[in-house]
């Protein structure tokens, strides 16, 4: 009985298995009522273009992907939304998906077609390089089990993406190319010695006859090198041939492919020589090329995985009745008692209840020595309790923490691409077409003035090989990797490689002053004591308040008291926008501002910029505190070192002018814009985007979410506002000024070197495709040279991490 193809997945089978029917007057014949369902389905939706756009490829059946109504349901539960869902800002739900049986641009439009005619489905986005989907729906409309089994219903299949699953694939992907390069140097290795003992002669006055033997034995040694370990590149041209696009795999295979078939008819006919090492040499020199690139692409790709690190999968949480119970982190709710031991990670952000640890912030910010967390404390997820049993409540779920945010900005950021970017991928494309026709006229011309066959076809695989654009195509995705995994190892998150860019052609830098220039709170820069002044006292009754300048007070006295004696007080009153006044060991205390001294009766005077705290003991004055919003420690240097790398500097507040104009004359910026409404400020971002600047905007709270949303470039410090983060781009984890100044840095340092890169890559084949064309250049050394420009590509890409190190 002879075999025919199912109408659907094109799979070949016995006649007489098959599900036949009539239509249109053709037969059409399914190997499974899947198939024939998801043909129907199709046909009904207006999607059967799809099967012009797959051509010849075949599909798993559609019956392989069928799933029961219980399989179905876990997607819905509760523990899986909790773990792998998230909401979106505007209140949709959102998931990563993994989806399975996808080979070619075909498959990828099929699924993201049909799932945006669903109804629900807000956004359905596949990247067809690693099978990931980004989908986003309505849970008000669809749920999403209806959505897994839409996409099974064509023959497909979905599970939610892991980063464990990811890194298990990178782990086998190179574990492939090893075996592969393994067998590629082993064959080169031993056809190399015979290849040499040729050329110098060793096989002198052989009979051409015996001499073939040589010939099949590198033929036999030639052929797995190919095959097996070139099959990447073979693969690779096959699906952008099947796509309409020209690769650098497609000009590797078709040099190596040209010189081996070359070489067997000179072996068969006994003409000519035999080109069987240049095989080797082309598959295993570009595929080394290609593994090293795998390496650094892991290296950086690991950095970011450091940052992360591996998070705990349950928590220890202490019930109201105190029992303790080890719970799965997607169940912990705030409000969760959760108990953490020395060297555990906090899974979920947080408040300290009970206890005091030593808590190792370094895998979040960078900082090297250990921070002391007390009860009413913030902890954070990803940072390790060092040296005590705490309890902490949790303020978050697992998703929402910072470490599940960090992940979803990392994750984010290596997948969007920069303009470069995508103008290089363009130029790649019409660059190696462009090789082609060259290689094809060199060929002719080569033929024409030599007239010998074996001339010509050498020189143009010389061409074809030497100009692969393997170092084009790196140029922009190695430095923008390594560029912001630098960043995350610096507490700096870029959240999409395409802000790199921009970030490298700003040239104006608004600022908050509040928060981002200043520490944001008040601090003690002057004091005058007079008689019947007690720290200890002072200290009881202002720690009895939670004003900012209470707690001014507070560090001041902790930072230059030793040994302060705990005072109980009594009859504490707090008098609205004036201070407090107590009870100590039978002395009246009072503390606050000019206004709560006159109601006492004392004259003082509070002139000045500075806000002026007094503290008086029975009536009478006993301590004078000025206080002020100051510096962050190291901005002056930092805003040197940014005008200097040529960055207008400009500050934007809502404070008043004294106090504006005092910040800025201390930190060193010229222009100050005070006295601003959170819309004045996105007033002055427009009008400086219509003078023709590329604008950074820094701030921290809520007042600057609507300015930093107007900017070409928001950068939010960590600390800040939720909504200035969420509006931001990049997000400062280090509440320091230097993080700011690393950002501007690394961006233009990972710009400048695809610059480097893009300009190395055209000026290397400017130079190299002639010397091929002119014949000065053997397969041997074009493989070599071809190699040796990816990899300058990728060292002159990790220089920016090194040069980075060094700066610190």
């Not at 029961?68 to 998931?95: A, C, H, S, W």
């Not at 008689?531 to 720690?543: K, T």
């Not at 814009?673 to 921290?700: C, T, Y």
């Amino acid at each position: 009985m002879a075999k025919v193809p199912c109408t659907h997945c094109r799979l070949e089978f016995d006649e007489s298995v098959m599900i036949t029917e009539e239509e249109n007057g053709s037969k059409l014949h399914f190997c499974c009522k899947g198939c024939q369902g998801v043909y129907h389905l199709l046909k009904s939706e207006g999607l059967d273009t799809f099967y012009d756009k797959l051509g010849n490829q075949t599909l798993e059946p559609a019956a392989g992907v069928e799933a029961k109504d219980e399989e179905l349901q876990r997607f819905d539960l509760e523990g899986f939304r909790d773990k792998y869902v998230r909401t979106t800002p505007e209140g949709f739900n959102e998931i990563h998906l993994i989806i399975e049986g996808i080979h070619c641009s075909a498959c990828v439009w099929l699924n993201e077609k049909v799932l945006h005619k669903t109804p629900g489905v807000i956004e359905a986005t596949i990247n067809y390089s690693n099978n990931k989907a980004r989908v986003v729906w309505d849970p008000e409309q669809i749920p999403l089990s209806k959505i897994i089994e839409t996409i099974r219903s064509i023959g497909y299949n979905a599970y939610p993406y892991d980063p464990a699953l990811q890194e298990e694939r990178a782990v086998r992907t190179r574990n492939a190319y090893y075996a592969r390069i393994l067998v590629g140097v082993f064959a080169t290795m031993n056809i190399m010695w015979i290849a040499i003992a040729e050329y110098v002669g060793y096989f002198t006055g052989i009979e051409r006859s015996h001499k073939n033997i040589l010939n099949i034995a590198e033929f036999v040694l030639a052929t797995p090198t190919l095959f097996y370990s070139g099959w990447i590149f073979f693969r690779g041209a096959w699906y952008g041939l099947k796509n309409r696009f020209v690769n650098m795999d497609l000009l590797v295979a078709t040099g190596a492919l040209l010189a081996y078939l070359y070489s067997i008819y000179a072996m068969v006919t006994l003409r000519g020589e035999v080109y069987f090492d240049s095989v080797t040499m082309i598959i295993t020199f570009v595929l080394v090329g290609k593994y090293l690139e795998v390496l650094s692409k892991k290296q950086a790709a690991d950095t970011l995985d450091r940052i992360i690190g591996s998070m705990p999968t349950e928590a220890m949480v202490v019930r109201n009745d105190g029992s303790k119970a080890l719970v799965s982190v997607e169940n912990v709710v705030p409000g969760d008692v959760i108990e953490l031991k020395p060297g555990e990670k906090v899974a979920i952000d947080g408040r300290v209840r009970s206890g005091k640890a030593l808590f190792d912030e370094s895998p979040l910010t960078g900082e090297s020595e250990p921070i002391l967390k007390e009860p009413g404390d913030e902890i954070l997820s990803g940072t390790i309790c060092l040296d005590s049993v705490i309890r902490y409540e949790a303020t978050r779920k697992a998703g929402d923490s910072l470490l599940s945010q960090i992940t979803e900005l990392l994750s984010d950021a290596v997948t969007k691409k920069p303009r470069i970017e995508q103008l290089a991928n363009v130029v790649s494309g019409y660059f190696s077409v462009t090789i082609l026709l060259i290689a094809l006229a060199t060929f002719a011309g080569w033929y024409w003035h030599s007239g010998s066959f074996e001339t010509a076809l050498i020189v143009a695989i010389s061409v074809v090989v030497i100009a692969c654009p393997c170092a084009l195509g790196l140029a922009t995705p190695m430095a923008t990797l390594v560029g912001i995994s630098r960043a995350a190892k610096e507490g700096i998150l870029f959240k999409e490689a395409a802000l790199l860019e921009t970030m490298a052609r700003s040239d104006l830098l608004a600022l908050d002053k509040t928060g981002t220039v200043t520490e944001g709170r008040p601090s003690v820069v002057e004091v005058h004591t007079y008689e019947g002044f007690d720290p200890a006292d002072l200290l009881a009754l202002v720690a009895s308040s939670d004003h900012p300048v209470s707690k001014g007070i507070v560090r001041y006295l902790l930072d230059h008291y030793d040994d302060l004696a705990r005072r109980d007080i009594e009859e504490v009153k707090s008098i609205q926008a004036k201070g407090v006044t107590a009870l100590c060991r039978g002395k009246r205390l009072a503390g606050g501002n000019r206004k709560l001294m006159e109601t006492l009766g004392i004259t003082c005077d509070a002139e000045g910029e500075e806000t002026v705290f007094f503290y008086a003991v029975d009536g009478k004055l006993a301590a004078r505190f000025a206080l002020r919003d100051r510096l962050r420690p190291g901005v002056r240097e930092v805003i040197a070192k940014l005008r200097a790398m040529g960055l207008r500097i400009v500050m934007l507040t809502g404070d008043h002018e004294r106090a504006a104009e005092r910040v800025a004359r201390e930190a060193g910026i010229e222009e100050v814009h005070a006295r601003l409404l959170p819309q004045q400020k996105a007033e002055w971002i427009e009008r400086f985007r219509s003078e023709g600047h590329v604008m950074v905007m820094a701030g921290d709270g809520i007042n600057d979410a609507v300015a930093l949303a107007r900017s070409e470039i928001a950068i939010a410090m960590g600390s800040g506002a939720d909504v200035a983060i969420e509006v931001s781009d990049v997000v400062l984890l280090e509440d320091r000024p230097e993080s700011l100044y690393g950002a501007f840095a690394i961006s233009r340092r990972a710009f400048r070197t695809v610059k480097q890169n893009l300009a190395f890559s055209l000026l290397y084949n400017l130079i190299a495709v002639p010397l091929a064309v002119a014949g000065y250049v053997n397969p041997l050394v074009a493989a070599l040279s071809m190699s040796l420009s990816s990899l300058f590509v990728v060292g002159n890409s990790i220089r920016i991490k090194l040069e980075m190190r060094n700066e610190k």
